[in-house]
């Protein structure tokens, strides 16, 4: 077993002694005096950090809606650099008859030898579209409805620190696929790119990753590259031959040099590079794995066959002790137009948020944002854990 230096442990007891989070303030105020919760050994491998959070909310994409969300954050091993493994889940019935229900895993084996990926979810799922394009009127949305199951699976092993290289395997179904309400008078976007009442797609998927950071939850520092390439073919059960192409790149900077702040910056890069890709498989605001691209707009916003997306975010601390912070952020997102392929129209985003802290031990927040976008869009933004 690799053992961390003492003076190591001691710098980590003394600030857990420190650093609060709701944990500790309930059970301050059960037990009528200070209670402040220590953990000597973050590292030590297999043991869980759990925070959950059963609430009540709203955000522009599911109304109001009740939500029981769970993180489960570990380490396989104790090496210093190590990094932690996540599990998220959750479970969303909204005021729009939505069901939400997501499993994502990113797993490390001991010594980082390899990522596990995993993104699988089911949804019922009526919401708004828009049409096609980056520039579509905000009174032109329309409800349409349909069951969606993901299957993604993934694997990657190290090729040296900190690179890796891997295959998956990626599934999308989508059911009972209709418009509710359409407009009258003329074809949707949807029904000229071709709605059917299903869409499958199934494809390999190609991983190429970068990854420094030790905390994927709430990064101090680090860089992040993925880039994955996604064919799908009929022969394995897709509708049609298609591809895309992702590029997820993030740079997280302590600022000022010394400080727990941190300027986090993040560009999401979307394009489909050949085929024609199912109709709610295009590239779409909202739509990346985690649904946190465009804080300040409503998922689906804008879609097309390419998306490119940019955001910066300052992170900072408002207490001493750890338990509140707060963040300010801005975005712009661009999609490519239909009749030219070209990136005509910018579309920026901005807020700003309140971070509570719910587990010190794996960094895990409460994130509440509220952001204003372009033609009077705005609203409020839920996570479990960090944007990005």
Do not use: C
Not at 60 to 82: I, K
Not at 169 to 193: M, R
Request: aromatic content about 16%.
């Amino acid at each position: 077993m690799i053992t961390l230096p003492f003076w190591r442990l001691a710098a980590q007891d003394s600030l857990s002694s420190r650093q609060i989070d709701l944990v500790d303030v309930g059970r301050s105020f059960l037990k009528g005096h200070k209670s402040t919760r220590i953990d000597t050994l973050q590292q030590k491998s297999g043991k869980l950090h759990i925070s959950a959070l059963p609430v009540a909310g709203y955000t522009l994409q599911t109304g109001f809606a009740g939500v029981l969300s769970s993180n489960f954050a570990f380490y396989t091993s104790e090496h210093s650099q190590a990094n932690m493994s996540t599990v998220l889940t959750s479970i969303t019935y909204s005021q729009y008859k939505q069901i939400i229900f997501p499993i994502q895993a990113n797993i490390w084996t001991k010594a980082n030898k390899y990522n596990i990926q995993t993104d699988w979810r089911y949804l019922k799922y009526p919401s708004l579209t828009y049409g096609l394009g980056g520039n579509t009127n905000a009174d032109s949305g329309y409800n349409i409805d349909y069951g969606y199951l993901r299957l993604h699976q993934a694997i990657l092993r190290s090729i040296t620190r900190d690179l890796y290289l891997g295959i998956g395997y990626d599934f999308d179904y989508f059911w009972n696929i209709h418009e509710v309400d359409p407009p009258a008078g003329k074809p949707t976007d949807f029904q000229t790119y071709g709605l059917t009442k299903s869409e499958q797609a199934s494809g390999i998927s190609l991983h190429a990753l970068y990854d420094d950071r030790r905390n994927p939850i709430n990064p101090e520092k680090g860089s992040y590259l993925n880039i994955t390439y996604r064919p799908n073919f009929t022969w394995l059960g897709s509708d049609n031959n298609w591809q895309s192409l992702v590029l997820d790149m993030r740079e997280f900077l302590p600022f000022p040099a010394g400080t727990r702040n941190v300027l986090a910056l993040w560009s999401y890069d979307w394009f489909t590079v050949g085929g024609t890709a199912p109709y709610l498989l295009l590239p779409s605001t909202g739509w990346d794995p985690y649904s946190n691209t465009a804080r300040g707009f409503i998922q689906g916003r804008y879609r097309s066959k390419n998306m490119l997306y940019f955001e910066s975010e300052y992170r900072f601390a408002i207490t001493g002790n750890g338990l509140l912070g707060g963040v300010v952020f801005a975005n712009a997102q661009s999609f490519s137009e239909r009749a030219t392929d070209k990136y005509t129209y910018i579309q920026p985003g901005y807020g700003l948020g309140l971070r509570v802290s719910l587990n010190k031990f794996s960094r895990t927040n409460l994130a509440v944002d509220y952001g204003w976008g372009s033609h009077g869009s705005g609203g409020f933004f839920v996570n479990l854990g960090e944007v990005f």
